[in-house]
């Protein structure tokens, strides 16, 4: 499921500052990155399953792997864990009210932190 017009797809912010904010929310980075991308993820696991809400982003400037990098970051995403598959975002999974509404609250404050100093 992708959460559009949150407007954190919006953003550009540097990685060290993205990362405090992120963690503040339960969304961690940990080794989730590459040289020019990052992902932060929030595990969720409920009586219907285990759930992931994902934020991604790309460096538009500098290297992830450096800790000096400008974030784009993209439109998040919930999806549901199958083990032993992996995580499925598609439109044809539940996710429970409850998680969809929690989700877009965290979103939603976590783009009023970025936005204070977003590039």
Sequence with gaps: MKFENTGL?????DLNRLDDVMLDYGLVREGQWDYERVTYDRK????EGVFYLRVRGYAVEGDVDTNKAVIQLLTPLLGKH?????????EGENFPTSLVNQCKKILDDVKNEVEKFAL
């Design 44 to 47: 969720f696991e409920l009586k």
């Design 82 to 90: 199958y083990y032993p598959h992996g995580v499925e975002y598609g």
């Design 9 to 13: 797809d919006k953003l550009k912010a």
